[in-house]
């Protein structure tokens, strides 16, 4: 079977390109210079790929790390062989996807 385009996938697991942007919208946090309309308008025309992505990644860092705040403690330690609340700060604000990254640079294991 061939694999899902970006569009198939979006319509068979979610239904429509909005209600995947409304889970997403969902998680997101939203930046404190912009308004949340704007915020929202920006989600909702995303490309499905990235939406999807993001939706992808989010679902990791629960399922695979416990969470972002679990997951900022696990970099942080593996770094800095303890904690550096500075750096803990830096990181946390960091998107899903960055965050599964630094722990793939660092060897952090699920």
């Known amino acids: 079977m061939a694999k899902l385009s970006p569009l198939q996938r979006t319509k068979k697991d ?23 309309a704007a915020f929202e308008h920006r989600v909702n025309t995303m490309s499905n790929t990235k939406l999807l992505r993001l939706n992808d990644a989010h679902n990791a860092l629960a399922s695979k790390f416990g969470g972002k705040e679990a997951l900022v403690e696990k970099i942080t330690k593996a770094k800095f062989n303890g904690m550096n609340a500075d750096y803990a700060k830096k990181i946390g604000g960091f998107t899903a996807p960055k965050l599964i990254d630094l722990a793939r640079q660092h060897g952090v294991k699920s």
Do not use: R
């Open 14 to 36: 979610f239904g429509t390109k909005e209600d995947l942007a409304k889970k997403v919208i969902g998680f997101l946090t939203k930046p404190e210079d912009e308004e949340q």
